[in-house]
């Protein structure tokens, strides 16, 4: 440490909030930034991760107790960073710190982001500016506001077409220690934050139509160039979509604006709780979507009749050919059901679903699809499974292969939602069910 | 006239930080015996002179070494001086920029007794005289105030002053193009204007910013191979490449050529730089809108008798955790430590003044003590400490207090009063007090509680 700089910079302005540049930061901060997909926005995280680096110094060295978790700030969620010019979700205590990086002591206007004012999600009880002076290679610490103040002033200065408030210089308090006592004495509902938005699921199907076109075409551009203000915000509070966003950056697949269609549907459509299957709780609505549960096999031998349909049995017969080939090996309580689809070409889809642990909270589903009975196998048909974050299989029933469905087995976890698509090979429209497993 | 005395009157400051000169005896005699006849004759320029000192003193076999590196070091304090004084013309009025504010950082102390016979020291005089290139045109007063320019500390000095050099290229990387639009729009600039700006500034920060951070380690790859330190210009400008792909990315009918982008990106610099239309202040008056609120007079006399019980577990805290800040870095600083318990007790239990205490600890100045001590910050820790523990025992009765920003604020003003009245003029004054006065005893609160802090402590 250059302690003549030091002292120069202590004399001058009298405070510790000047935080000498450490080289190891420096290091880190390139590498994050330099991990980010969008090239151009890589020097915005860079300075953010030094401004992140200078505060938790400050804090760390004027008063140790306090608590500091960076765990969640947007500087270590990429997906955040690509969008938002400020480094939120900085915790101190019980405190939501936002951090505004700056380049030049000298601006009298401090440009803050409409993201970190006007959505619940990103706001913060303190704002603070953290100046990063590079050629001096010192960080300041230097001034903050609280939520309240910003908020009852923010009308009275400009809001930019790029979505960024104006806010003087001269609002901020520049004692920096009035801020530690906030921290450290202050009781967290001194300053109300507001509340998140409930039912962000109906906005979201409002303006499905619109993003699925919109969203695709973004890549690395800002989105207030591409998006209102009111579809920003959907998109952005919505983390599988800022997520197939960012994943946009780098994915080049043709597929993946498929599967935006498919996260849509997973993020909107009604799901098929697959655990009252198992439970044979099942309710009224899903015997309005035609799903017609089957017995356990032991339960099915009295009824064999080979010249009727027997889905029961058909069912077993599959399952049997199936465990000759594979290990799959399906509990006796597992559930099991099938729907039928006839726009024009017959298909029968049937699902068995099991439990795997209840501890580790994981479940299983299996999918056979194929014609009716009777009829000729639907060669064309296709299936999709999609999750939220990709398109997992898509597979297609081809005369080559030598059989008359396609069948695929798949696990997954408490959180994750399983879409299903049906392709009928005559053109008509696709079929989709979500599947879910509730713990 | 050519003024000689430069080179034997040397400029500096003393261990506080202000102006002094000195004249060298031996640096006198040396240079007048060498060089007094061929200046009556009026037949020696600088350059010679100085030519020659060099040449004494970078050879190390002559006797001469010595006394021509007085010189020549006196020469060059004489040079920086000037340099200050000039900048103190520029900037004073606008600013309050002062050359007291420059010598201590430029120039080198002088210490009481000078007998320093081979001056080996890492300061701005040092370098500039080590630097210097014989070779080259320049003569060594062009050559110090290229080297005072680049120097750091000045930089900083006339950052905190306000006088800010920001370059052009800085000002388009930080300008977002919602408030060049606003700009440009408050300017009266029509709207193809503002969507061609706009298109620049954007095509700018797409090439420029993106290869920043790569170019600045290209660049400083380079220096360190040339065995020059890093650059200490961040913002460098554009290269030819880097506009020829701004101008790809404009897309419009007519290509430019980079020299016309360079010139429209400086016209958005030198629009941005000069825009001076107000923000509406006048809207703002902070204080007016709330009158200050005050603090329950009863409640005060119960907070005041809570703090006289506490204050000593705290205070011991605030010290301990100093201590620890030292001791539990990756090399544990023993020494600042035992400096700051010493620097305390001299301080608040025997009265020193920071001058004496400077002495004491064999550290170089007052702000070294001051930088040790942190007297503000230690006051301020104590109190927001006090009020995190009353927070507890008084629970109900401020809760209140603790829920509003501005009470909460008042509250802690009130109590660092309580402890250490007029803190900042005990400062001043202990910075003011002659050198060796003692025993000024310091009465407040928080001057005892930290002396029975420290007497415990010794046991």
Known sequence: ?439 | MVNHANYWILRGVNSFGQYQSQEIPEAEAFFLEYFEGQIQRDRIEHREIQYTLFGWYRNEETEAQLNAGFCLRCFVSNCIYQFCLSTEQKYRETYGLSRNDLFPVLLDIIPQNYVARSRVGDSLISDIINTFDLSKDSSLSTWTSIKVKGNREYKIVLKFYGIVEVTDWLILVKTTPGKLERKLRQQGYSESEIQEYGNLLEAFHQVYRTKLLAIRREINTQRKAEGKGKSHKPYPPPTNDQLKQISKILNISRQLEPQEVLNKLKNIAHILRNNTIPEPINELSENTENPTPNLDRELEIVIYNQIEDILFTVTNQVIEAKINYFMNKKTPKIQKANNLILGLNLFYCQGYSMGEIANQLELSGQSQVSRLLKLKELREDVSRNTISILKDSLKAQVTKLLTEPEKLAILDNKIQEFIEPEIQEVIQEAEAEVFDSKNKTRKSLLARTVCQCLKQRGK
């Open chain 1, 1 to 439: 440490m250059n302690t003549n700089l030091n002292n120069l910079l202590t004399d001058f302005t009298n405070s510790s909030a000047i935080i000498e540049l450490q080289p190891q930061w420096l290091e880190r901060a390139l590498t994050i930034g330099d991990n980010l997909h969008n090239q151009s926005r890589q020097f915005n995280l860079y300075l953010q991760a030094l401004a992140l680096f200078s505060f938790e110094y400050w804090i760390h060295s004027r008063e140790p107790n306090l608590a500091i978790n960076l765990a969640n700030s947007s500087v270590f969620k990429p997906e955040l960073a690509n969008i938002i010019d400020a480094i939120c979700n900085v915790q101190v205590e019980d405190f939501k710190i936002c951090l505004i990086p700056t380049v030049d002591l000298s601006d009298s206007e401090i440009t803050i982001p409409r993201y970190v004012v006007d959505i619940p999600e990103f706001v913060a009880h303190f704002y603070v500016i953290v100046e990063i002076n590079e050629e001096l290679e010192f960080g300041f610490i230097r001034g903050f506001i609280d939520y309240d103040r910003l908020v009852a002033n923010k009308k009275k200065f400009p809001l930019d077409i790029d979505w960024n408030y104006a806010i003087p210089s001269s609002l901020f308090e520049s004692k920096m220690e009035k801020l530690l006592v906030n921290l450290q004495c202050l009781e967290p509902n001194g300053i109300t934050l507001p509340n998140t938005d409930r039912e962000p699921e109906n906005k979201l199907s409002d303006s499905q139509t619109t993003l699925q076109k919109i969203l695709p075409e973004i890549k690395n551009q800002p989105l207030w160039k591409q998006l209102t203000w009111e579809q920003a915000v959907i998109t952005v509070t919505n983390p599988d979509l800022r997520n197939w966003l960012y994943q946009s950056l780098t994915n080049n697949n043709p597929n993946f604006n498929l599967h935006l269609g498919d996260l849509f549907k997973i993020l909107t459509q009604q799901t098929i709780n697959l655990r009252e299957w198992i439970q044979n709780q099942i309710d009224e609505l899903e015997q309005e979507l035609t799903w017609q549960m089957l017995p356990a096999p032991a339960m099915l031998s009295k009824f064999r009749d080979i010249n009727t349909d027997n889905p029961a049995a058909s069912l077993n017969d599959i399952l049997a050919q199936i465990s000759q080939v594979t290990d799959i090996n399906i509990p006796s309580n597992a559930g099991r059901a099938y729907q039928e689809f006839a726009d024009i070409t017959p298909l029968r889809l049937y699902a068995v679903t099991w439990l795997i642990s209840e501890t580790e909270k994981t479940w299983s589903l299996l999918l056979i699809l194929g014609g009716t009975p009777n009829s000729i196998p639907p060669y064309g048909v296709k299936l999709r499974i999609s999750d939220r974050h990709t398109i997992l299989q898509e597979q297609e029933l081809t005369s080559d292969l030598g059989v008359a469905y396609l069948c695929t087995k798949l696990e997954a976890t408490a959180e994750e939602k399983l879409l299903v698509t049906i392709i009928p090979p005559d053109g008509s429209t696709e079929i989709s069910r979500l599947f879910e497993f509730i713990f």
